[in-house]
């Protein structure tokens, strides 16, 4: 049986069509996922993320913890958030997470929905070999909800609502106890905007309600996998998984092969050594036609050099993009391969991503949305 | 929303006889399926099709469905007003009109069919209704 998240009223009012994702069931779009898509990089979209799993590990040794079970440096200060990854014992990715800072000895992990189970029975494992002590975990993911309001308005919406105690920084994280709410300045869309953990479960479906009435475009999965897309994110579980290792995800910089020691460090000294033989790439059609997953990508002469592993329609650029995974030598941005899946080739080019223009869209733009 | 003026399949395409031809479309409840229909691709006109046998296929988001020949013939139209693109030509225009109105300017091809008494072997609005009740 799926979980079903704390906000499914809400979800139901507003007309959402649902799916089952990582054991939830979720909202899968609303009306169009094309104009929730647009809504995000012009305006403003909300989405419903409870499906992520939100674990609180405490104690003393907490951070030390952490930077031995995953592979970025883990900060200490309260208010700093970081992208990390759990790896296994050869180097593969076993989830990618955000590590976020609530206090000396307190942070919350956001992982994966399909990834929850697995990385609270690794932590467990890895309790054993990490020899320190003072450390709590506690997945509070079912007892919490958690919402991301994302696009050029996102701030100000969501200011609106809660007021102005909001981290001011991208990546910032603020603990508003007395409130029972963790805001992030974090997101998977590539635009600014924050995410927000409501330990009052009834407070987030409110807060859902309050940002659709302001103007916020509810979004679902669909839009969110499209946006994470067009951002060049890799998605957990379609373009990365335990054989993937993060010199080939291209998340090197997610990793700090100078910390002392953390699980997969060995066997990643040793690819860094070997140097890598494939590479994550966006991939970005001529046409309207995507590239799928499990698409061969050939070359001009129909050497094969690689996989696709996903693929969307980009309603912001208007052409079929994708990520795959290709052999170095055609791994350079303005390689033109073909994709070939079942019903036929489509022309692809290796581009660097976020696929959109980062002057016009994203967190970085020049011009105001 | 079934419109009784013509027939369907289970595999949720629409058939029309308009005269010697049977126009072709998805039904409504096949877009609602796929979300928003970002490309359509028909086999190009003047090539055989058979009654069952893929005649092109739908992308969406997230999947590629093909589209199933109501009846066998030969396609006669393909409707590049709407942005549906024969084989091997891609069109540059969105098929917005096949999400938007899949039983009017959405069609997506005609085809001449070699045996007319095919079309009524197909099924009723009233047993396609059902259908659509028992997929629930």
Redo the contacts between chains.
């Keep these: 049986m799926a979980l079903r998240t704390p906000l499914e009223e809400v979800h139901r009012d507003l007309g959402a069509r649902f799916t089952e994702f990582g054991g939830w069931f979720m909202p899968l779009r609303y009306s169009s996922a094309l104009r929730e898509t647009i809504a995000v990089r012009e305006a403003v979209g909300i989405f419903d993320v409870s499906h992520m799993g939100r674990i609180v590990i405490s104690g003393g040794g907490a951070r030390s913890f952490l930077n031995y079970a995953t592979s970025n440096s883990i900060p200490g200060r309260p208010g700093r958030t970081r992208y990390t990854l759990f790896l296994n014992n050869l180097g593969g990715i076993k989830d990618d997470d955000i590590a976020m800072v609530l206090e000396d000895t307190k942070y919350i992990l956001v992982v994966n929905a399909a990834s929850r189970e697995k990385i609270i029975s690794w932590i467990d494992e890895v309790r054993e070999s990490w020899g320190g002590s003072e450390l709590s975990v506690e997945d509070e993911t079912e007892e919490t909800a958690m919402v991301a309001v994302q696009g050029p308005k996102a701030v100000q919406t969501v200011r609106e609502i809660l007021g102005e105690n909001l981290p001011g920084r991208k990546f910032r994280v603020a603990h508003l106890e007395d409130r029972g709410l963790v805001v992030s300045r974090t997101g998977y869309t590539g635009e600014d905007g924050y995410e927000i953990i409501f330990f009052d479960q009834d407070e987030g479906a409110t807060f859902f309600r309050e940002a659709v009435a302001m103007g916020a475009q509810p979004c679902g999965l669909e839009a969110r996998d499209i946006l994470r897309l067009e951002a060049g994110l890799p998605l957990y579980g379609e373009d990365m998984n335990e054989e993937t290792d993060p010199f080939e995800a291209d998340l090197e910089f997610a990793v700090d092969m100078e910390k002392e020691d953390f699980i997969g460090k060995e066997a990643l000294e040793k690819k860094r050594d070997r140097g890598r033989e494939k590479k994550r790439v966006g991939l970005r059609a001529t046409g309207r036609r995507a590239p799928r997953p499990g698409d061969r990508l050939l070359t001009g002469d129909g050497e094969e050099v690689g996989i696709v592993t996903s693929g969307a329609f980009s309603p912001t650029i208007g052409l079929g993009i994708g990520m795959g995974y290709v052999q170095i030598e055609s791994s350079r941005p303005g390689t033109r391969l073909s994709s070939l899946g079942p019903r036929g080739k489509i022309s692809v080019e290796v581009v660097e991503t976020p696929f959109y223009d980062q002057d016009r869209y994203g967190w970085k733009r020049k011009v105001q949305g | 929303m079934i419109p009784d003026d013509r027939r369907y399949t289970k595999t949720h395409e629409w058939a029309k006889m308009e005269g010697d031809l049977v126009r072709v479309g998805i039904t409504d409840h096949a877009v609602?399926e796929l979300?928003?229909v970002?490309?359509v691709?028909v086999k190009r006109v003047g090539t055989r099709v058979a009654k069952g046998e893929p005649m092109g296929?739908v992308?969406s988001?997230?999947a590629?469905e093909d589209i199933y020949a109501p009846v066998s013939g030969e396609i006669v139209e393909v409707n590049a007003a709407a942005g549906v693109a024969e084989?091997?030509r891609?069109?540059?225009s969105?098929p917005d009109p096949v999400?938007e109105d899949p039983y009017g300017s959405g069609w997506i091809a005609a085809i001449r069919p070699d045996d007319p008494s095919e079309y009524s072997g197909l099924l009723s609005p009233e047993d396609y209704r059902k259908l659509l009740e028992e997929e629930k």
Aim: glycine share 12%; proline share 0%.
């Design positions: 609602e979300g928003d970002t490309y691709e296929f992308e988001n997230k590629v084989e091997g891609e069109v540059e969105a999400s």
